[in-house]
């Protein structure tokens, strides 16, 4: 397959492009400056497709290739890939794929562009495994190479410019998708036959984003043990601890009360989120990626026309509580007490709806006058 192109910018993702709506808002802006070429992975088949003023080059991992194997795949594929190009900057998306762009953008004589989507910053003492130790100890040695480095707001900046000692503070991009409208046209209830279980007196409880216990969902989950009976749990997204998950779940899933609909395509998870109630953002309570956490999923939530019930990290509680767009969960809160949170919302969802459009034109105006 011939790659040889005239691309100004590459950008590399260990992942697909497919279900990433954060760097898809990055393709847009880099699309507008030039040629670009997106090196992502795909399941099916290693292809590539032209679409405006973008190249995806989506790369198949050979299933013998398991962990750290797939990651060495990637990037002597993306590395040889971008040998070919004519390139201006290398976007590195990811502490993933630090080290091959570095090597592109030293091969190529380009600015490198890092993309910190995570804090993943161990502390001394902090507890942690190898593969955590891992990627850090990779940023770390290679992260006062990069010409330019984004993170998602302005604590996690901070503590990136204090921890290295960055000769220049990161820039801040905050994890906000644009606004939109719901994309109405493609039947997510056809699309998605597992959604044809709702009916019209269920309440709906949704999470999008990846389905992990560590993330503190299971006392959410368990809230169903206590929420009347025509409160269903919409889940959707890749589940990683599937035995821990199913051992959970089972039980919900077999009286209907949950509904897994896996993994979706990105335009249609804001249709998908609202039919919903309500939309959970939950995040766990050790770690500074978590701590500082950035989500867009809030925006998402109240975009599609839904509030939201989250777990209280600063970056969360400070929006929710003072715009009155949900509730806020503290580390310590049962189930039972959650429950009794979500029923409020669902009852008075229509006073928290009508604060979603003042903080979005808010936030918005925000972004706009920093743009």
């Known amino acids: 397959m011939n790659y040889k192109s005239n691309a100004d910018i590459v950008i590399l993702l260990f992942g697909s492009i497919r279900y990433d709506g954060r760097v898809k808002r990055d393709i847009s802006v880099f699309t507008k400056i030039g040629e670009t070429t997106l090196i992502d992975i795909n399941s099916e088949k290693t292809k590539k497709n032209k679409v405006d003023n973008l190249n995806i080059v989506s790369l198949k991992i050979p299933i013998i290739f398991k962990s750290l194997l797939a990651h060495f795949y990637y990037w002597i594929r993306s590395v ?33 562009v890092y993309n910190s989507h995570e804090l993943i910053i161990i502390d001394k003492g902090e507890k942690s495994d190898l593969r955590e130790q891992f990627w850090f100890f990779i940023e770390k040695i290679l992260i006062d190479r990069v010409d330019l480095i984004i993170c998602a707001n302005k604590e996690r900046a ?28 493609v039947n997510v209830f056809k699309k998605y036959p597992v959604l044809e279980g709702i009916n019209k007196a269920d309440k709906l409880i949704i999470y999008q984003g990846v389905i992990s216990l560590t993330r503190g969902l299971e006392r959410f989950i368990l809230t169903l043990d206590y929420l009347p009976n025509n409160y269903k749990f919409i889940m959707v997204g ?113 006073l928290y709806i009508n604060n979603i459009p003042i903080f979005l034109k808010k936030i918005h105006g925000i972004m706009k006058k920093k743009s």
């Open 158 to 185: 901070k503590i990136m410019y204090d921890y290295y000692k960055l000769s220049n503070m990161p820039l801040v991009i905050n994890n906000i998708p644009d606004l939109h409208e719901v994309n109405r046209k």
């Open 80 to 112: 040889l890939i971008s040998s070919r190009l004519t390139l201006k900057i290398v976007v590195s998306e990811d502490y993933f794929t630090i080290l091959p762009g570095l090597i592109i953008s030293k091969l190529k004589k380009t600015l490198l």
């Open 238 to 350: 890749g589940i990683t601890d599937k035995k821990e998950f199913k051992k959970l779940t089972d039980k919900y899933i077999k009286n209907k009360k949950m509904l897994l609909v896996g993994k979706v395509d990105n335009q249609d998870l804001a249709f998908i989120a609202s039919i919903a109630d309500i939309g959970v953002v939950s995040y766990p309570f050790k770690g500074k990626n978590n701590i500082y956490c950035a989500s867009n999923k809030i925006h998402e939530y109240l975009q599609s026309g839904i509030p939201v019930i989250a777990t209280n990290q600063s970056p969360l509680k400070s929006d929710i509580e003072a715009y009155n767009i949900g509730k806020t969960v503290s580390e310590g809160e049962s189930p039972e007490l959650i429950s009794e949170k979500i029923i409020n919302i669902v009852n008075e969802k229509q």
